[in-house]
């Protein structure tokens, strides 16, 4: 079968080399650039100490009730020393601690070899915590939970429950950060202890808060209620522990472009553009314009269209005018178009008839077939109707129409097509 799959593969091959020679010109094929998207951040050090050491553990729960292979185990663990603690075992698990593609694992894996080994044969029994040993002791990447900072610093609300339980302590458990405290919907302050703007505490003891949001434009309030309001949001006013919306628009502390109109919503406002026949305006539409936009008149109360072709405002010599909304525009008139900024008539090419594309050739084996038609009626005259003679007659005209139609089918087809 595989000769056979070659043999027919040169044929194919050969096919579309003389379809790519046979292209206009030369042709590029590039990939299609790969949407831009920004690098994942590196993880910080200590991460990546705290998944390798997570996979080293891993390797050691693997290779837990493995053996030096040899067959007797005995033997092997009298004269080279226990597998479970074994260099050999120590070589298994650190060959799968790092996926290929993990570069950061590989650089600190080779980094911290030396300190690996000397854990494994000398620090186990007085340091059975890998991660605290290495990552924290020795390299100093890593800081215990609750801390933070190249000192390893408490984080706001202690190291029992740093932020209160409420937030996230930036950099907690490594030797970065701030150790400022990102605090949960509803909470705020330094250690996530009070409830943030807009809510209110529900509920509080020695160890928990509650926060509850307040009523829609309330800023501090002191319940849910819509009567609790203590403050408002910006664009509210308080009015009797109520929010009441601020009108922008009418105490004039909108901020609106000169073609601009003020719409007020609920604790803002909108600006939004005037009606293209408005020179300014205080609404949405031509009849709140202040002023009228050139190529517009007022007509009672509304800024409407002037119709400029009402007059002769197009010079040129056959042009018209076409009203268009605040202005107008010249055109060419019917039959004529414009050509180097002058409106010339149109030509319109006559209709080429049936036989004006015909060659000498088609023409000369034309008229052959036309005196051949002549003769073969007149012999079937003088036959006076003979069956032969007019057999060979009909068969003498289909050859010569035949002939002639398979010199210039296409030709004829297409004059058809083209009504010729």
Known sequence: ????????????????????????????????????????????????????????????????????????????????????????????????????????????????????????????????????????DSLKLCCPSGTFGPSCLPCPGGTERPCGGYGQCEGEGTRGGSGHCDCQAGYGGEACGQCGLGYFEAERNASHLVCSACFGPCARCSGPEESNCLQCKKGWALHHLKCVDIDECGTERANCGADQFCVNTEGSYECRDCAKACLGCMGAGPGRCKKCSPGYQQVGSKCLDVDECETAVCPGENEQCENTEGGYRCICAEGYKQVEGICVKEQIPESAGFFSEMTEDELVVLQQMFFGVIICALATLAAKGDLVFTAIFIGAVAAMTGYWLSERSDRVLEGFIKGR
């Open 1 to 136: 079968m595989a000769p056979q799959s070659q043999k027919d593969l040169i044929p194919a091959l050969l096919w579309g080399l003389s379809l790519f020679l046979s292209l206009p010109g030369p042709v590029c094929l590039q990939p299609s650039p790969l949407p831009h998207s920004s690098p994942p951040p590196e993880p910080h050090p200590c991460h990546t100490c705290r998944a390798l050491v997570d996979s080293f553990n891993k390797g050691l729960e693997r290779t837990i009730r493995d053996n030096f292979g040899g067959g007797n185990t005995a033997w092997e663990e009298e004269k080279l020393s226990k597998y479970k603690d074994s260099e050999t075992r120590l070589v298994e698990v650190l060959e799968g601690v790092c996926s290929k593609s993990d570069f950061e694992c590989h650089r600190l894996l080779e980094m911290s070899e030396e300190l690996v080994e000397s854990w494994w044969f000398h620090k186990q029994q007085e340091a059975p915590d890998l991660f605290q040993w290495l990552c924290s």
